[in-house]
């Protein structure tokens, strides 16, 4: 189960999950039953990766000051989830 950062969840690789913007706003920081989400299927990376291969790019010259908290939470877990699928 997904449970938000608000209600006591980790910020480990298993209680994270990707969607919109929009999506995330409309969440809040409801439990995904509580408004009846429903999680999809991982994708195929190799048909679409989002704006990850954009986001490695821009970040390419950027030093660690660059990013808050979240940030760097959220890029080593890119960093991690690559290691772990041998794309790095």
């Given at each position: 189960m997904i449970v938000p950062i608000a209600k006591g969840g980790s910020d480990s690789y298993e209680n994270l999950i990707t969607t919109s913007m929009e999506n995330n706003l409309l969440k809040f920081n409801f439990l995904l039953n509580e408004i009846e989400f429903v999680i999809k299927e991982k994708g195929n990376l190799k048909n679409w990766n989002g704006l990850i291969d954009w986001y490695k790019s821009y970040i390419q010259d950027k030093s660690i000051e660059f990013f808050d908290d979240s940030m760097k939470?959220?890029?080593?877990?890119?960093?991690?989830?690559?290691?772990?699928n041998g794309e790095m």
């Open positions: 939470r959220w890029h080593n877990a890119l960093i991690r989830y690559e290691k772990e």
